[in-house]
């Protein structure tokens, strides 16, 4: 088989078709998931032992291969021919090799493009604070982050540096100076890179995903110390993101990042993207603003009581997640059907429709 060829092939399909993801499986045929929905190319073969290595050696560099085979596991990048750009990951399922690409517009689509809310760029205009984009893996997270970043890029001169692991969307230098650093390829790993970026005259930084208390700790402390900070976390919503960030220090030094996440934490953004009546996804999202009232529940371990907050203070500009959810009912863009599956409080959504 010629893999290069062959990948080149898959890859038009994947645009052709709108699809988000590429699976390549031994004992499967390639697989691409369009609209949320896996759809197996069954026209092509199912692949075997020597495709998936094939596959492999052409969509990464021999270093990362031999890394792979050492770790059981990689994350890459792979850009192909200037169109289009894949977030990668390989590893191992029953001593079988599978590759999963999850594919990057390269141009990055403005808020109002991806019908978010347009509060954010209030945030991203923001010049200090910690800002967190969450929700389960696949559900838009980066790409919200990366039209952030950019609406920075196209309106100010700032000195904004990523780390990520891979790299995924690629700016292009405007008014502002983007440092794009890869784990594993531009710094040894979150915490090494994180300590040394604030001596890098940063204004804005992007940290790929918060990883351990060491990564959140350095983070936090960014922004407490003038810089304006976004990352991700694989959490549900707002007040279980908190949880998990505080959660997730030994207990002696929780009322320290407490204390440091209540002075520093600017918002909480969820989203999920739920199937569109008319065909393709839309996003539907719940939005923590950090005031004052909110900034008391954490410092008082009232985190729990942070839902209410959000539900009750829409003329604040926060978005609670149900009430984004039945507004989208409302106006015919999805199904109740799909609205419940995707509510964090089924009974309370079925009191707003």
Same mark, same amino acid.
Request: with cysteine; hydrophobic share 40%; proline share 3%.
């Given at each position: 088989?010629?893999?290069?060829?062959?990948?080149?092939?898959?890859?038009?399909?994947?645009?052709?078709?709108?699809?988000?993801?590429?699976?390549?499986?031994?004992?499967?045929?390639?697989?691409?998931?369009?609209?949320?929905?896996?759809?197996?190319?069954?026209?092509?073969?199912?692949?075997?032992?020597?495709?998936?290595?094939?596959?492999?050696?052409?969509?990464?560099?021999?270093?990362?291969?031999?890394?792979?085979?050492?770790?059981?596991?990689?994350?890459?990048?792979?850009?192909?021919?200037?169109?289009?750009?894949?977030?990668?990951?390989?590893?191992?399922?029953?001593?079988?090799?599978?590759?999963?690409?999850?594919?990057?517009?390269?141009?990055?689509?403005?808020?109002?493009?991806?019908?978010?809310?347009?509060?954010?760029?209030?945030?991203?205009?923001?010049?200090?604070?910690?800002?967190?984009?969450?929700?389960?893996?696949?559900?838009?997270?980066?790409?919200?982050?990366?039209?952030?970043?950019? &609406? #920075?890029? /196209?309106? *100010?001169?700032?000195? @904004?540096? +990523?780390?990520?692991?891979?790299?995924?969307?690629?700016?292009?230098?405007?008014?502002?100076?983007?440092?794009?650093?890869?784990?594993?390829?531009?710094?040894?790993?979150?915490?090494?890179?994180?300590?040394?970026?604030?001596?890098?005259?940063?204004?804005?930084?992007?940290?790929?995903?918060?990883?351990?208390?060491?990564?959140?700790?350095?983070?936090?402390?960014?922004?407490?110390?003038?810089?304006?900070?976004?990352?991700?976390?694989?959490?549900?919503?707002?007040?279980?993101?908190?949880?998990?960030?505080?959660?997730?220090?030994?207990?002696?030094?929780?009322?320290?990042?407490?204390?440091?996440?209540?002075?520093?934490?600017?918002?909480?953004?969820?989203?999920?993207?739920?199937?569109?009546?008319?065909?393709?996804?839309?996003?539907?999202?719940?939005?923590?603003?950090?005031?004052?009232?909110?900034?008391? &529940? #954490?410092? /008082?371990? *009232?985190?729990?009581? @942070?839902? +209410?907050?959000?539900?009750?203070?829409?003329?604040?500009?926060?978005?609670?997640?149900?009430?984004?959810?039945?507004?989208?009912?409302?106006?015919?863009?999805?199904?109740?059907?799909?609205?419940?599956?995707?509510?964090?409080?089924?009974?309370?959504?079925?009191?707003?429709?």
């Amino acid at each position: 088989m010629d893999y290069q060829k062959e990948i080149e092939e898959l890859i038009e399909t994947v645009m052709r078709e709108g699809a988000s993801d590429l699976h390549l499986s031994e004992g499967r045929s390639p697989t691409i998931r369009v609209n949320g929905n896996l759809i197996p190319l069954v026209k092509k073969p199912a692949l075997k032992r020597e495709d998936t290595e094939g596959f492999l050696s052409i969509l990464t560099t021999k270093e990362n291969k031999d890394r792979f085979f050492v770790n059981q596991e990689l994350d890459f990048s792979y850009n192909y021919k200037e169109k289009a750009r894949f977030r990668g990951n390989a590893y191992f399922q029953q001593a079988h090799i599978s590759i999963a690409l999850r594919f990057v517009p390269k141009v990055i689509k403005t808020l109002q493009e991806l019908k978010l809310p347009q509060t954010l760029s209030d945030f991203a205009r923001r010049k200090q604070g910690f800002f967190l984009v969450v929700g389960p893996v696949g559900q838009g997270k980066t790409t919200t982050l990366a039209s952030m970043v950019e &609406l #920075i890029n /196209e309106e *100010r001169a700032e000195h @904004i540096v +990523t780390i990520e692991d891979p790299i995924e969307y690629i700016y292009d230098q405007k008014k502002s100076i983007i440092d794009q650093r890869e784990v594993h390829t531009d710094t040894k790993d979150f915490a090494g890179a994180l300590q040394s970026v604030l001596r890098e005259d940063v204004n804005v930084l992007l940290v790929g995903e918060m990883r351990g208390p060491e990564t959140m700790s350095a983070a936090v402390t960014a922004a407490e110390t003038g810089h304006l900070v976004f990352s991700t976390l694989h959490t549900n919503n707002a007040a279980q993101t908190i949880d998990r960030i505080i959660d997730s220090f030994p207990a002696g030094q929780q009322d320290q990042i407490r204390i440091q996440l209540a002075g520093s934490l600017i918002g909480v953004f969820s989203q999920r993207l739920v199937p569109r009546i008319s065909g393709g996804q839309i996003p539907a999202y719940e939005l923590l603003i950090v005031n004052s009232a909110v900034e008391n &529940l #954490i410092r /008082e371990k *009232r985190i729990h009581e @942070i839902d +209410t907050v959000i539900e009750t203070s829409s003329g604040e500009g926060m978005i609670d997640m149900n009430r984004c959810l039945a507004d989208l009912v409302r106006a015919g863009e999805i199904t109740i059907e799909n609205a419940y599956k995707y509510a964090f409080n089924p009974k309370t959504l079925e009191r707003m429709i």
